[in-house]
């Protein structure tokens, strides 16, 4: 199947300071893709979508300045965390689906696991 | 956007099949049933997907009704590396309108 990747995997940073996570689809293209947030032992929430060529959508509650997303191709979409906190330590996946319009799967990345000390 | 309801927990031997079902009672027309696995700190794994009646792959099968409002995830034989999350997603199947929001999961607990 498809492959999304995510990097890095794990990262620690300290407060204040910015981290950017890039997700890329390895072997298809996406117009789309989409950002989540997990908490332990919860869901996943969906964060924003990601548009190639356009400004990402940020679901309600999500804050667009402190979450800054980039779609710079159809193979590349990066998320930045910006000033980051504590409470920002999270596990941020990343998803894409191909763009055809038999392509009904999402592939997630393997996820990247962000500390903020 | 079709909301899902699965049991948050199940509890399982090695050697049994597995039946979780999930509710989507508002599901759209244009709606495919999409189920998804994960593992602690990795991202969600495809299993499996469907449209309508029953489909079934190397892993599992997917059991859907006439009305569509419900779909079964089968699990047959599970092993302890079965234990997992278990995601039922319903989702346009146009990849312009593809977001998928999750529910809550059921978390699948094999016991040898």
Redesign the interface.
């Given at each position: 199947?498809a492959v999304?990747s995510?990097h890095p995997s794990r990262v620690i940073c300290k407060s204040g300071t910015s981290v950017k996570i890039e997700c890329r689809s390895l072997d298809f293209q996406a117009?789309?893709m989409?950002w989540?947030r997990q908490f332990p032992k919860q869901?996943?929430?969906?964060m924003a979508?990601s548009n190639e060529g356009s400004k990402a959508t940020y679901e309600q509650g999500v804050e667009k300045d402190k979450f800054l997303i980039n779609h710079a191709s159809l193979t590349l979409s990066t998320l930045t965390v910006t000033s980051a906190h504590p409470e920002d330590s999270s596990?941020y996946?990343c998803?894409a689906?191909?763009?055809?319009?038999w392509?009904?799967?999402?592939?997630?990345?393997?996820?990247t696991?962000l500390t903020v000390v | 956007l079709a909301k899902t309801t699965q049991p948050i927990s199940m509890d399982s031997y090695e050697g049994q099949e597995v039946n979780i079902t999930c509710s989507h009672n508002n599901i759209a027309t244009n709606d495919y049933i999409t189920w998804y696995q994960q593992f602690p700190s990795q991202g969600p794994r495809f299993i499996i997907q469907g449209y309508k009646t029953k489909v079934t792959n190397e892993v599992a099968s997917l059991f859907i009704p006439a009305d569509r409002k419900s779909s079964t995830l089968s699990l047959p034989r599970v092993s302890l590396s079965d234990t997992a999350v278990y995601y039922c997603l319903v989702g346009d199947i146009n990849p312009n309108f593809n977001k998928f929001y999750f529910g809550s999961g059921t978390k699948l607990n094999v016991k040898p």
């Open positions: 199947g999304v995510q117009t789309t989409f989540y869901s996943l929430m969906l979508t596990f996946i998803s689906r191909g763009q055809r319009s392509d009904t799967e999402a592939f997630f990345g393997q996820g696991r | -």
